[in-house]
């Protein structure tokens, strides 16, 4: 499906592989015209956050060093950041994780892989931006 | 639009594709060890990590779920009954032909 999102949207991209960075950041600027900022890691995610003006955040979860949800609890900790929300990549498909996911505070979550075609549209629907 | 990702793609599957041969290796070898008792070391997790979340992007979903459960299974460590290693390597081979082959799941 291709999205019919016509909004200019910026967000934070948070994924430490290198390969899933540049498959997302194609598909949502190529695709659906967005801005994308990236980062490899929650703390390079930490400092770009209270410097760029995001919309939201997509934070994958395992993540070496400071993993998605410690880095969720730094940005919820954070006047300049709380606001800012976040969606979790993750390959965890049962809906419990899911479920406890959000319960941390993520707006939503969104599985990995992700179909690069529908990637915006995902974000967007757990984001409330549809 | 979508033809153009689809150029992308192919173009960045083309430079991914050796490095993900390489970690399919990598995770078969570790889970063929994990039959023989030996714990997998933290690259193979992480390869496997890798897998399941990279290969259903360039159109290779049922890999990405064989690399889900290889990485659940490595992280299990050695001596979980519950897990049938036999087949496991049998679709890790599955993957290796079908991505080296590049046929990708029907759309």
Known sequence: MVSSIVATRRILLVDDEADIRTVAIAALERLAGWSVVPASSGAQAIELARVEAVEAIVLDVMMPGMDGPTTLTHLQADERTRD????????KVQQADQDGLRALGARGVVAKPFDPLTLADSLSSELGWS | VSDELDEVLARLWDSHSPAALERLEVVRQAVRSLGDGIAAADDAVSAAHNLAGSLGMYGFGAGSKVALRAEAALRA??????????????????????????????K
């Not at chain 2, 050695?78 to 990708?104: K, N, Y």
């Open chain 1, 84 to 91: 800012i929300p976040v969606v979790f990549l993750t390959a």
């Open chain 2, 77 to 106: 460590g050695p001596g979980r009954g519950d897990v049938d290693l036999e087949e496991l390597q049998r679709d890790l081979t599955q993957v290796v032909e079908q991505v080296s082959a590049g046929r990708r799941d029907p």
